[in-house]
């Protein structure tokens, strides 16, 4: 029979070819054992009585889902004991997390949105686990903020795990991008598609259409552009890393840009930059495509604050440079 390979076997082939990915590759493998979790734990949340609020309201004054609860608590207890990592950022810790002891000698620091979209959970739809991984910067104390404010371009791994019909695993390290799906029945990710790139179609744009009204004019002007200039297709499930995979895979754009819902003329956009905006950023630009707040390219922003908010803009490399010239 001829199989993928698994992740185990891509893994350990990596590591022959590249010893000096050794931490990598061991932070890529316990990534994938979390992946396994939380897609089991988000297969059974509706038997497991885990679907609904936590009665909790986190830094960024979202309600916090149970799932939201239990995936970040995984996140940071199963990598603490890893060693890996330093300090850990998450949409659900108000501060750095600090790994303590286990985290004494790591040279790393992660970033999480560990159940992105889980307002999807409750109506069956899909969600996603956001990961970035920098190099910890020594000359700053570990918990210090700036560990996670580093350009998105000094990323030495980023990705996603989507759990939806299938649960997927695609990242990049800097030579292009993965796509590993978990067979559930054995147990293992098996490699999916690599080298991943866009499509060079724009057929399809990925944006809450209810925001329209709420955007500045030149945001109007590209949506206009994408619909009766390009003809696009409107397809949208509001969890970014369903969105950002079809847009991989399909083709066409993902936009975020801020909005005025108050009409005060204040835009305020609402993705986060360290644990969303950058991770993506980096796999689009390995996928041979480009992502942008809308002035500058998302990989230059370095940013000043660990919950900083972006407008993202992402995908078709020639459409979102359309959008950087008439901005
Ligand atoms: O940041 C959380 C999130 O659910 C993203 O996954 C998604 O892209 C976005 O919010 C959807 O926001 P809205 O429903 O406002 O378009």
Known sequence: MNLPPTLSQFLIKELTDHPEKHD?????????????IISSHTNRA???GIIGNAEKINIQGEEVKKLDVFCNDLCKN?????????????????????????????????????LDGSHNVEVNLPVGTIFSVNKLLPQFDRTNEKQFLQPGRDQVLAGYILYSASTVLVFSWGDGVYEFTLDQGVGEFLLTREKMSFPSECEIYSFNEGAYKYLANQDKKFIDYLKEEKKCSLRYVAAM??????????????LHPAVDKKETGEFKPKLRLNYEA??????????????????????????????????????NKEVIDYHLKIN
Not at 24 to 32: E, F, K, P, R
Not at 79 to 92: D, I, K, P, V, W
Request: zero cysteines; aromatic letters at 8%; proline letters at 3%.
């Open 24 to 36: 990598l590759v061991a932070i890529m493998s316990d990534l994938a054992t979390i992946g396994k």
């Open 46 to 48: 509706g038997v497991a």
């Open 78 to 114: 199963y990598l603490r004991q890893t060693g890996n990592f330093a300090a850990m950022a998450s949409e659900e810790e108000d501060e750095v997390v600090d790994m303590g002891e286990f985290g004494k000698n790591a040279k790393y620091v992660i970033a999480f949105d560990p």
């Open 241 to 254: 890393v369903a969105d950002v995979h079809r847009t991989l895979i399909k083709g066409g754009v993902f």
């Open 278 to 315: 950058k991770p993506m950023a980096y796999l689009v630009e390995q996928a041979g495509g480009l992502a942008t707040d809308g002035k500058f390219n998302l990989l230059e922003i370095a940013g000043e604050s660990l919950h900083q908010r972006v407008p993202v803009f992402l995908g």
